[in-house]
């Protein structure tokens, strides 16, 4: 799994702006993660599924779960398609 360059055209707005940089680093962390899972024996969802704080952080004073962010975008881009 990697993140590829956004386009506007068809992805809601986040109010933010995504650079090459910031991709080039979520790919390199999907790499790690896949590298970790790959040595525990488990697919990079299991991995991601029993490491689910790592993807809870707090900005500012609200906290977020990308990893339940992610899965709800991918939900309404699977219900979009069929």
Same mark, same amino acid.
């Given at each position: 799994m990697q993140v590829q360059s956004v386009n506007n055209q068809y992805n809601p707005?986040?109010?933010t702006t995504i650079?090459?940089?910031?991709? !080039?680093?979520?790919?390199?962390a999907c790499i790690k993660r896949g590298r970790l899972a790959k040595r525990q024996g488990l697919t990079?969802?299991?991995y991601d599924a029993l490491h689910r704080e790592d993807f809870i952080h707090k900005i500012?004073? !609200?906290t977020?779960?990308?990893y339940a962010i992610a899965e709800e975008i991918i939900s309404k881009l699977h219900r979009k398609a069929k």
């Open positions: 707005k986040f109010g650079s090459s940089e910031t991709i !080039k680093r979520a790919n390199q990079l969802a299991e500012g004073n !609200k977020y779960d990308f």
